[in-house]
C-alpha cells in the first residue's frame, strides 16, 4: 500500500497560499493534464525557464492533473529554516550535488516513486535554459536512468511564460498587473520501449534522455507555434568553449605584453649604446 509522503494540513495550508498568489500574478492555461497518471508511480519530466518554475509546475501538477507534487531539491534550499520545515512536511527530496549523497536521494525518489506511488517532479536539464531562446538545452542522464531502473512512466510536460514573471539572472520579478499567461501542455508518457530490458550503459542512457527531452521540446514548439533548433544548446559545452576563449584572450594579453616588453628593453638599450657614442666613453 502506499505511503503518505505529507502531512495533510500542511499540504491544505501550503496549496491554498500557493494558489491565491499564483491566481493574482498568472493567467494559467493547461492542456493534456489527461496524460498524467491519477495514481500510482509517474515522473514528471519538465523544461527549466525560472526560478519559479517550482511554483507553477507544482499549481499545474495539484490543480491541473490532481497529483501532488514531490520535488527533489537542492540541499541549500532545505537548509532555509522555514522551508526546511514545510519541505519535509510535504514529502519534498532533498539532494546534495557532486557529492555521494545525490546517490541517496535518487534512491529516496526511487522509493517515492515505487513504493510510495508519488509523481516526482525532475528538470533534465538539471538548471534553467540557458538557450539564447529559451528552448529545452540537451539533459543529465538521471531522469532515463530513473525511468529505466523502475519502469514508471515518464510524462513530457513543457511550459512557457515564467521567463515574463521573472527571467533568469534577474533578481526583480514583475508582479504588477496585467497577470502573466503561463502556458502548461502535458504529453503522453514518452516512449522508451527501445531502452527498457537493455543492460543501462551510456548509449542507451544517451538514447532515453534525448528521447524525453525530444518530446518536451516538441510540446514547447506547440505551445510558441515555433521551429525549435535542429540541435539542442549544449550548455557545458558552451561552457567549456567559454572557458577555451578566455584561456586564449589572456595567452594573446600575455605575449603581446611580452613583446612589448622585449621591444622597450631593446629600444633602452639602442638608446644606452647612442648615449655612450655620443660621450666618448
Given at each position: 500500500?502506499?505511503?503518505?509522503?505529507?502531512?495533510r494540513?500542511?499540504?491544505?495550508?501550503?496549496?491554498?497560499?500557493?494558489?491565491?498568489?499564483?491566481?493574482?500574478?498568472?493567467?494559467?492555461?493547461?492542456?493534456?493534464?489527461?496524460?498524467?497518471?491519477?495514481?500510482?508511480?509517474?515522473?514528471?519530466?519538465?523544461?527549466?525557464?525560472?526560478?519559479?518554475?517550482?511554483?507553477?509546475?507544482?499549481?499545474?501538477?495539484?490543480?491541473?492533473?490532481?497529483?501532488?507534487?514531490?520535488?527533489?531539491?537542492?540541499?541549500?534550499?532545505?537548509?532555509?529554516?522555514?522551508?526546511?520545515?514545510?519541505?519535509?512536511?510535504?514529502?519534498?527530496?532533498?539532494?546534495?550535488?557532486?557529492?555521494?549523497?545525490?546517490?541517496?536521494?535518487?534512491?529516496?525518489?526511487?522509493?517515492?516513486?515505487?513504493?510510495?506511488g508519488?509523481?516526482?517532479i525532475?528538470?533534465?536539464?538539471?538548471?534553467?535554459?540557458?538557450?539564447?531562446?529559451?528552448?529545452?538545452m540537451?539533459?543529465?542522464?538521471?531522469v532515463?536512468?530513473?525511468?529505466?531502473?523502475?519502469?514508471?512512466?515518464?510524462?513530457?510536460?513543457?511550459?512557457?511564460?515564467?521567463?515574463?514573471?521573472?527571467?533568469?539572472?534577474?533578481?526583480?520579478?514583475?508582479?504588477?498587473?496585467?497577470?502573466?499567461?503561463?502556458?502548461?501542455?502535458?504529453?503522453?508518457?514518452?516512449?522508451?520501449?527501445?531502452?527498457?530490458?537493455?543492460?543501462?550503459?551510456?548509449?542507451?542512457?544517451?538514447?532515453?534522455?534525448?528521447?524525453i527531452?525530444?518530446?518536451?521540446?516538441?510540446?514547447?514548439?506547440?505551445?510558441?507555434?515555433?521551429?525549435?533548433?535542429?540541435?539542442?544548446?549544449?550548455?557545458?559545452?558552451?561552457?567549456?568553449?567559454?572557458?577555451?576563449?578566455?584561456?586564449?584572450?589572456?595567452?594573446?594579453?600575455?605575449?603581446?605584453?611580452?613583446?612589448?616588453?622585449?621591444?622597450?628593453?631593446?629600444?633602452?638599450?639602442?638608446?644606452?649604446?647612442?648615449?655612450k657614442?655620443?660621450?666618448g666613453a
Amino acid at each position: 500500500m502506499a505511503k503518505q509522503r505529507e502531512s495533510r494540513w500542511v499540504v491544505w495550508v501550503v496549496s491554498r497560499i500557493v494558489r491565491i498568489v499564483l491566481w493574482m500574478i498568472t493567467k494559467p492555461e493547461w492542456r493534456g493534464t489527461e496524460n498524467v497518471p491519477e495514481r500510482g508511480g509517474a515522473i514528471i519530466a519538465a523544461n527549466h525557464l525560472s526560478v519559479t518554475d517550482p511554483l507553477t509546475v507544482a499549481h499545474f501538477l495539484y490543480i491541473g492533473a490532481r497529483r501532488w507534487p514531490t520535488f527533489t531539491m537542492k540541499d541549500s534550499v532545505m537548509r532555509i529554516p522555514v522551508v526546511n520545515s514545510v519541505a519535509k512536511a510535504t514529502g519534498q527530496i532533498p539532494i546534495k550535488r557532486g557529492s555521494s549523497d545525490a546517490v541517496k536521494a535518487l534512491g529516496e525518489a526511487e522509493k517515492a516513486l515505487t513504493q510510495d506511488g508519488s509523481s516526482v517532479i525532475f528538470y533534465p536539464e538539471g538548471t534553467c535554459t540557458r538557450d539564447p531562446n529559451l528552448w529545452p538545452m540537451t539533459a543529465k542522464n538521471g531522469v532515463a536512468r530513473l525511468a529505466l531502473t523502475t519502469g514508471v512512466p515518464v510524462v513530457p510536460v513543457a511550459h512557457w511564460g515564467e521567463q515574463n514573471i521573472l527571467p533568469y539572472g534577474s533578481k526583480k520579478p514583475r508582479l504588477l498587473p496585467p497577470r502573466k499567461r503561463i502556458q502548461f501542455k502535458a504529453g503522453p508518457p514518452v516512449d522508451l520501449s527501445a531502452y527498457r530490458g537493455e543492460p543501462i550503459t551510456a548509449t542507451v542512457l544517451e538514447g532515453a534522455t534525448k528521447a524525453i527531452m525530444a518530446d518536451i521540446t516538441a510540446l514547447q514548439a506547440e505551445i510558441r507555434g515555433e521551429e525549435p533548433p535542429a540541435v539542442p544548446f549544449d550548455f557545458a559545452k558552451a561552457r567549456r568553449e567559454q572557458a577555451e576563449a578566455k584561456r586564449a584572450e589572456r595567452a594573446l594579453e600575455e605575449r603581446d605584453a611580452e613583446v612589448a616588453g622585449n621591444g622597450t628593453g631593446r629600444a633602452e638599450a639602442v638608446e644606452g649604446d647612442n648615449g655612450k657614442n655620443d660621450t666618448g666613453a
